[in-house]
């Protein structure tokens, strides 16, 4: 039993907590609670952890440039997202802009007006190459950019929005090359002057050692923080693409010749992000908090030979759900970092977005060009080579339910359940005997063939489209093929099987 003083000096200790919480509040400073930053579940470490919940991140975000362009109004495309339940965004840091029209996008957040672009370096006085935009100074920090992102993270943080904060990416063209802070025209610091394809290689010379300080800067800055993981660089294969594995196997595309191969990166390449590995989990050493590692590996899918020491998380773009299958071994949470290049409709993206989750996928992130400066509440109209709309990020919210309905943890890619789906592709989520995610698309069709094992189970068809059911009922299962009607349906539907209690 606590005595009269005990309770009156525990009352004044809180007392003095609370006091000392506000005043950190209401000062901008981050606090160390006891929550712990996103990390792989420990029951499966396929999937995440996130303020002691299973977490799945599944969003429609705008294009990477919400820190680093001055004119976009970062608050109101986070409050956009928290009202839409989108419960991921990624962010480029600083060390690569573009251009106004770089990839024929017609408004681009990576590509701020002249002057509007804030990186991690002050500037100087001394014009750069691209507009008169003055130099930076690799070996001075900027206040300002850094009040910038750690600005953005709280608001995210505040919202239960996670942030892939990714380091670095490829420079594709010379036209961009004239704008990168690494350019030698674009410093006074003496750093060499590189073909743009080696800027991300040991072989770039001194700036391999301020690429270290950027990332043990920013990692410093952003410790505190549990709503973050990091991206060591995006599309590192574009360099230098190694042919890994051939897309199709008859037509090669007419366009986006990009698209005949899953590129991988260079061995030069490979060794640099090590480094850059290194120096996360370095810094971090030091500090409190621990956070989660992704590499983004190639476009569309490909079986990894080797995942790099310290990497947590396995990066696709335009993924296929195949690259679920094939790495699955790795017991790593695997990632459709990007989407796009496939048109502007939803229904594309939606239909991308199931059959990577449902393939047992545990992030989606469709590139949203609806959202740029001007347009933070995401109704923009956009000329650009993706899609993006309020329509369609609330379809991901119906996604996000549907797996959430189910003890997903428990569950893994399934390939005995669905027997026969004449016309229709699939993807299944397991528990065997319990519970079962089931994703169609394709060619409406009557029936499909399911081997349940034996006992009765409930189903229930959900339109990706509206979140509704559509056709409910019993089933029960033999262990045997049993064919299964199907609700009418256009371009997709969804199924869930649960075990019945009696």
């Avoid at 995440?48 to 975000?61: A, H, N, V």
């Avoid at 379809?395 to 797996?403: D, R, S």
């Avoid at 397991?430 to 519970?435: C, I, L």
């Avoid at 559509?470 to 009607?485: A, C, P, R």
Wanted: proline letters at 4%.
């Amino acid at each position: 039993m606590f005595s009269s003083s005990r309770i009156v000096a525990l009352s004044l200790i809180s007392f003095s907590v609370f006091v000392i919480q506000s005043v950190m509040a209401q000062s901008g400073v981050a606090q160390t609670s006891a929550v712990q930053p996103i990390a792989l579940h420990p029951d499966n470490p396929h999937y995440f952890i996130y303020q002691d919940e299973p977490t799945l991140l599944i969003t429609s975000g705008e294009h990477y440039g919400a820190v680093l362009n001055l004119d976009f109004d970062y608050r109101a495309y986070l409050e956009t997202m928290q009202q839409e339940r989108m419960n991921y965004t990624r962010i480029f840091v600083g060390s690569y802009v573009e251009i106004p029209g770089s990839f024929n996008i017609g408004n681009n957040t990576l590509a701020p007006a002249v002057n509007r672009f804030v990186a991690p370096w002050k500037r100087t006085d001394e014009e750069g190459l691209y507009q008169g935009e003055k130099k930076f100074d690799l070996d001075e920090w900027n206040p300002e950019y850094f009040e910038r992102l750690t600005g953005f993270i709280r608001e995210a943080d505040q919202r239960d929005i996670i942030v892939e904060v990714t380091f670095f990416c490829s420079t594709y063209a010379d036209e961009s090359w004239e704008r990168n802070p690494f350019n030698s025209g674009n410093n006074i610091n003496g750093v060499p002057k590189i073909d743009r394809k080696k800027s991300n290689t040991l072989a770039n010379g001194s700036l391999t050692d301020y690429q270290k300080k950027l990332v043990a800067k920013i990692v410093t800055e952003l410790n505190s923080f549990n709503n973050i993981f990091y991206e060591i660089q995006n599309e590192p294969w574009s360099d230098d693409p190694q042919d890994a594995l051939r897309t199709l196997k008859t037509l090669d595309p007419k366009e986006l010749t990009w698209a005949k191969w899953a590129h991988t990166a260079s061995e030069a390449s490979l060794e640099w992000q090590q480094i850059m590995v290194d120096q996360i989990v370095a810094t971090e050493k030091e500090l409190t908090s621990k956070h989660l590692i992704a590499q983004n590996y190639c476009n569309f899918r490909h079986s990894l030979e080797e995942v790099q020491d310290g990497v947590n998380i396995l990066n696709f773009h335009y993924a296929w759900p195949e690259a679920v299958w094939m790495n699955y071994a790795w017991d790593r949470p695997i990632s459709f970092d990007e989407s796009g290049f496939a048109g502007s409709s939803d229904t594309t993206y939606l239909r991308q977005a199931w059959q990577f989750i449902v393939a047992g996928g545990s992030v989606f992130n469709n590139l949203d060009y609806s959202f740029y400066v001007g347009h933070e509440d995401g109704k923009g109209s956009n000329d650009a080579p993706g899609g993006g709309s309020t329509t369609l990020r609330q379809q991901l919210v119906y996604l996000h339910e549907f797996v959430e309905s189910l003890d997903y943890i428990r569950m893994s890619p399934d390939f005995s359940t669905v027997v026969h789906s004449p016309g229709l592709e699939t993807q299944c989520l397991a528990e065997a005997g319990q519970q079962y995610a089931i994703f169609f698309t394709g060619q409406a069709t009557d029936w499909v063939k399911l081997n349940l094992p034996q006992g009765n189970f409930t189903y229930e068809f959900i339109s990706p489209f509206t979140g509704e059911a559509i056709d409910t009922g019993n089933i029960s299962g033999s262990g045997e093929t049993i064919q299964f009607e199907l609700p009418e349906f256009e371009h997709m539907v969804a199924l869930r099987i649960t075990r019945s209690a009696r």
